[in-house]
């Protein structure tokens, strides 16, 4: 096996420590590094990539004015098949950081959309009273960039006074404004929610965003129930926004303990992150780079991957999830009632839709419960030869893009890894 080189994008001054991270993370692996921060334009115009190493990339960010360039370098690696993370999110780049954008993709989200906030395009004064005279929103208001960070340029808005003092409205959008109890940072990676860290602002001054941002009270939580209802949230959250890699922001209301996500970032911080929880996610970005390399150059088989992946992250997954995983390897059909409604949801007939995988693994497994059946039997299944096929997916799992979340892509991977080991007793 050839040298690894990670290739990071990122373009922005201000996060040359988290590129620092990433490269000493990778020179431990004893891999090669690079920052891609300036990609020529020639080259790209002519796919040129031949001196550029271009195997092992993350994505976060470059500017504000080259995505389209950066497009077409990210059509030129998923057409290449490049192990690569956030190249296909959705939206594309130029919707990555869109809060609009967000919210929608989560209201029309079944699980998810109980976690929305309502938002809207402030655009003039009177576009802001006509949302609050339809009761689409009420005082207390917060008019929002659309593409702000760190608290930044956020404003409470409690009356018509307040309102009428915002001079210009052309890059806001209108939030619900809920009264934060804390916020928390959840990173989700390959599927998985990796930790979560809490934070709390000025209590007395909740309209100081600026400081709830960076928090003035910052702790690992350590509360299972907690962690379990972010991983949730958070892990759906990336996964409709296609985010393999993603900082997940949720805020928890002030007096009901109601959830909310206040936005994914593609290029989140870690740095305070790793400080308070000790985890390290630059090393987990690596880790899970080599695993999915491991499995595209055919350095372990298939089903080796697929378990040894599954079995390093059940720490991240509920004790349900795990119970039912291990039935499942096991032949207990039962354990696979709970999943009926979860795959049911937006069933398109095409094999990388997640429902579809479930009706045709479920068939084949419980013929193989049921009436034993051998293996060279099951291995004629379209099903099975088609899935031989697939790609790791950003998952974390086997099955394909359309999974997102790995509880999810656990139960699909138990049936598949079931008949599998049926196969080999013929």
Request: charged residues 30%.
């Amino acid at each position: 096996m050839s040298k690894r080189t990670l290739t990071v994008m990122e373009g922005r001054e201000e996060n040359s420590q988290l590129v620092a991270d990433l490269e000493k993370e990778a020179k431990k692996a004893g891999w090669g590094f690079l920052n891609l921060a300036k990609i020529n334009s020639d080259k790209i115009a002519r796919c040129d990539f031949d001196d550029t190493p271009l195997d092992y990339i993350v994505f976060r960010e470059l500017s504000l004015n080259n995505y389209h360039e950066t497009e077409r370098v990210f059509e030129w690696l998923k057409k290449e098949g490049k192990v690569s993370i956030n190249i296909d999110i959705a939206g594309a780049r130029m919707s990555t950081s869109d809060k609009h954008f967000q919210q929608g993709l989560f209201l029309m989200d079944d699980k998810l959309a109980p976690y929305a906030l309502p938002t809207f395009e402030a655009k003039s004064e009177k576009n802001v009273k006509a949302y609050l005279a339809w009761n689409r929103v009420h005082y207390p208001i917060v008019l929002k960039p659309r593409r702000g960070t760190t608290g930044d340029g956020i404003i409470l808005v409690r009356n018509d006074k307040e309102l009428h003092a915002v001079k210009d409205f052309s890059e806001f959008l209108i939030e619900q404004y809920v009264e934060p109890e804390c916020d928390f940072r959840v990173f989700v990676i390959g599927g998985v929610a990796v930790g979560a860290m809490r934070k709390v602002g000025d209590l007395k001054h909740p309209e100081n965003f600026k400081v709830w941002c960076a928090g003035k009270d910052k702790v690992r939580e350590k509360d299972r129930k907690v962690l379990e209802k972010l991983s949730e949230i958070a892990c759906e959250a990336a996964s409709v926004s296609r985010m393999e890699y993603a900082g997940v922001d949720i805020m928890r209301e002030k007096g009901t303990g109601k959830y909310y996500i206040l936005e994914t970032n593609i290029a989140a911080s870690w740095t305070i992150f790793t400080e308070v929880t000790g985890i390290n996610i630059p090393k987990l970005v690596i880790e899970w780079l080599a695993e999915r390399g491991d499995y595209e150059e055919g350095v372990v088989s298939k089903e080796m991957a697929v378990s040894s992946y599954i079995d390093k992250r059940l720490k991240f997954i509920s004790k349900k999830v795990q119970s039912d995983y291990e039935g499942i390897l096991k032949g207990k059909k039962a354990c696979l009632e709970p999943y009926e409604v979860v795959f049911e949801r937006d069933k398109r007939k095409h094999l990388m839709d997640s429902g579809y995988l479930f009706d045709e693994l479920k068939k084949a497994y419980c013929e193989a419960v049921d009436k034993k059946i051998k293996g060279k039997a099951i291995l004629k299944l379209e099903i099975m030869r088609e899935i031989e096929k697939m790609p790791l997916s950003w998952a974390g799992n086997f099955i394909g893009p359309e999974v997102g979340v790995l509880e999810n892509g656990m139960i699909l991977s138990a049936m598949w890894l079931y008949l599998l080991e049926k196969s080999t007793k013929v």
